[in-house]
């Protein structure tokens, strides 16, 4: 099998689990959301696997000077949800436009929508009023006359779930996927992963796979969204840890011998049935993690 064709408007991840599953679609199953409030302050370190519970979003957060702010977003819209097209730019409704099933074009508006309100909360500014400036690889960064103090953020998104990371000043990305039974774990791994993951991954329980696969898939897709080198970031160059039950860590990278002591990572458990993890340039630092309720912010 020769290796997915890429293109900028396809996810690393999507392209290649779904090229080792002809025909197979991701499903939507996101279940119920719950509006939970219990703290969920996550200090230098690593972050729990089980399910952390999340907190209602505050109304204005403080900038996230030596803190890092996580924020998961509903993408699917109930019945009576609202039209968020408002809040985007000329350039975002067309994007929308372009895409073929409602769903997707629905998913697209609300995750945009959700960043614009997230964003105007630390800048103080409209959601409507934010403007985007997009790196060579289509990372999007609000322009620097409405970012005096480098407001850094990343988007993630699998099957209904969005995850935004804000940071600032330091490169940060973020992961997060629906955790597939309908993988080829080891024959994915073997083409696109390092010697080392591979082999780890190889010694893995049956039962343990999927969680292993998924944990590392995203720490490498986070690592390359936080360095900015997307796509063409040789997969195979670097290695992470593999234990979705052990701390996050950045091994090695070939090219870059010191890299894994500027890196910091961290696992993300957003919901049941999904696992994500977050990379961060310098120290580890305390995360916050947040739920946005996006229809309830439109309503208001």
Same mark, same amino acid.
């Given at each position: 099998?020769?290796?997915?064709? =890429?293109?900028?408007?396809? !996810? ?14 991701r499903?939507? !199953?996101?279940g ?8 969920? *302050? ?7 696997n089980?399910?952390?519970?999340w907190?209602?979003?505050p109304?204005?957060?403080?900038? %996230? ?7 998961q +977003? ?13 809040? =985007?730019?000329r ?14 074009r629905?998913? @697209?508006? !609300? ?7 997230? =964003?105007?909360? /630390? ?13 060579a ?10 970012? #005096? ?5 990343n988007? &993630?998104?699998s ?5 935004i ?19 080829e /774990? ?11 993951? /591979? ?12 969680r ?11 690592? +390359? ?8 970031f %040789?997969?195979?160059e670097?290695?992470? &840890? ?6 996050? *860590? =950045? ?5 870059d011998?010191?890299a ?5 990572? @961290?696992n993300l ?9 977050l990379a961060?340039?310098? #120290?580890?630092?305390? +995360?916050?993690?947040?739920? @946005?309720d ?7």
């Amino acid at each position: 099998m020769n290796k997915p064709r =890429l293109n900028g408007s396809t !996810r690393f991840s999507d392209s290649c689990l779904n090229a080792f599953n002809p025909g197979v679609r991701r499903k939507n !199953r996101l279940g119920r959301r719950e509006r939970l409030e219990n703290s969920s *302050t996550v200090q230098s370190g690593s972050m729990s696997n089980e399910a952390e519970p999340w907190r209602a979003a505050p109304v204005q957060p403080p900038f %996230p000077v030596d803190r890092i702010d996580v924020w998961q +977003i509903c993408l699917d819209a109930p019945d009576s949800a609202v039209d968020l097209q408002e809040v =985007l730019a000329r350039d975002e409704i067309g994007r929308a436009e372009r895409f073929h099933f409602t769903r997707d074009r629905q998913h @697209f508006v !609300r995750c945009r929508s959700a960043v614009r309100e997230i =964003l105007g909360r /630390y800048l103080g500014i409209p959601a409507q009023d934010i403007r985007f400036s997009y790196e060579a690889n289509g990372k999007p960064q609000v322009v620097e006359d409405q970012n #005096p103090q480098q407001l850094r953020f990343n988007i &993630s998104h699998s099957s209904g779930l969005a995850v935004i990371a804000v940071a600032s000043v330091r490169a940060i990305g973020v992961d997060v996927e629906k955790i597939r039974p309908d993988v080829e /774990y080891l024959e994915l791994a073997e083409r696109f992963f390092s010697t080392n993951e /591979y082999q780890a991954l190889s010694a893995m329980p049956s039962n343990q796979l999927a969680r292993a696969f998924f944990a590392c898939w995203t720490r490498k897709e986070a690592f +390359i969204k936080a360095c900015g080198d997307g796509l063409s970031f %040789p997969l195979s160059e670097f290695s992470v &840890s593999i234990d979705p039950d052990a701390p996050a *860590t =950045l091994q090695e990278v070939r090219t870059d011998p010191r890299a894994a002591t500027r890196w910091s990572l @961290f696992n993300l458990v957003p919901q049941e049935g999904f696992i994500g993890a977050l990379a961060v340039e310098g #120290p580890a630092q305390t +995360i916050e993690q947040w739920r @946005f309720d996006l229809d309830a912010e439109s309503e208001g």
